[in-house]
């Protein structure tokens, strides 16, 4: 299908097809670098996060949101694709599912800040830092709830360690992000 753009130019719509695709690929990734992790405490260290920034540099903030509610999904059934090769409901419902949720709120702001700010990389690195300290809120509230400690022992257990770590995988894709949508774009293969 094509369209003109406002300058007239002549453009091809990505299929609905090609869209789901993508985002199952998207999905895909997430389902595959989500599992690999470092069990360091209750918390693992883990690419989850990663995987969901590329995802949304590639598909955008909706898009990238509804791969990573789909992998949410996949694992929800069972399937082992949580850190540490876990799944099933329990996960979810366990001392580490706030930040599995928190993901989907970390999804959402960055993307938002990816989408408009996209040749901006400090606001990109902001946005994903912003998401990050939201899902930092939701897992450090439930893995307090959930394992029975303050508020202040969950930040230590589930945040402090990993702060370091969180903050390598958002400049690992503020650099390789807008480069991946750029080598997608230059082969026709991007739509946002």
Not at 75 to 84: K, S, T
Not at 100 to 109: D, Q, R, T, Y
């Amino acid at each position: 299908m094509t369209y003109q753009d406002k300058e007239g130019k002549i453009m091809q719509k990505k299929s609905n097809v090609y869209q789901l695709s993508v985002i199952g690929l998207m999905a895909a990734v997430i389902c595959i670098l989500g599992p690999l992790s470092i069990p360091i405490g209750l918390v693992p260290i883990s690419l989850q996060n990663l995987a969901i920034y590329f995802a949304l540099y590639v598909l955008g903030m909706k898009r990238g949101t509804i791969s990573y509610v789909i992998y949410l999904a996949i694992g929800f059934v069972g399937i082992p694709v949580f850190a540490g090769f876990t799944g099933g409901a329990s996960k979810l419902l366990g001392p580490t599912g706030g930040y599995l949720i928190g993901f989907i709120f970390m999804a959402l702001i960055a993307g938002y800040f990816i989408d408009k700010f996209f040749d901006k990389w400090y606001l990109c690195f902001l946005g994903m830092a912003l998401g990050t300290v939201v899902c930092y809120a939701f897992g450090t509230t439930w893995l307090a709830y959930q394992a029975n400690m303050t508020f202040k022992a969950a930040l230590a257990a589930g945040v402090i360690p990993f702060i370091p770590g969180d903050l390598i995988k958002i400049l690992i894709a503020t650099i390789l992000g807008p480069k991946i949508r750029e080598q997608l774009i230059s082969a026709n293969l991007f739509s946002a």
